[in-house]
């Protein structure tokens, strides 16, 4: 499999952005789908997932209520909708996919940099300017 994600640039505290990842290569609608981030001297954390199968989705309390994940209209196609960005989302932002991850992969995964997500993006900055 293969995941490789985009969308991240330089915006204003306040602004809003759409992060997308295309995940190819995975053979079934038996995985989850999450974004992670990692800001720099920082450990990579989570964000948000999404449990492919259902739907189910989750976020990490730092951007509950701002940011929504979601399946993009093409096939195996996540979306990140951050709004409201602050200063302390400015971070490397990586896209991953788990095989045979659900709901469990989701909540497991998510206060930790994601060890069972077996494929990871390279990454796309996002940088919110004061």
């Known amino acids: 499999g293969e995941v490789v994600e985009s969308g991240g640039e330089v915006v204003p505290v306040g602004g809003s952005l759409r992060l997308t990842c295309i995940a190819s290569?995975?053979?079934?609608?038996?995985?989850?789908m999450a974004w992670f981030r990692q800001a720099p001297g920082k450990a990579r954390e989570g964000v948000s997932c999404?449990?492919?199968?259902?739907?189910?989705?989750y976020y990490t309390d730092p951007v509950k209520g701002r940011f929504t994940v979601s399946r993009g209209n093409g096939k195996n196609t996540l979306i990140l909708q951050m709004n409201s960005l602050k200063p302390e989302d400015t971070a490397m932002y990586y896209c991953a996919a788990g095989y045979r991850l659900g709901r469990i992969g989701c909540t497991s995964n998510l206060d930790s940099p994601g060890p069972d997500f077996g494929y990871w993006g390279r990454g796309t900055q996002v940088t919110v300017s004061t």
């Open positions: 999404l449990a492919w199968k259902d739907g189910q989705t």
């Open positions: 290569g995975l053979p079934n609608d038996e995985y989850a």
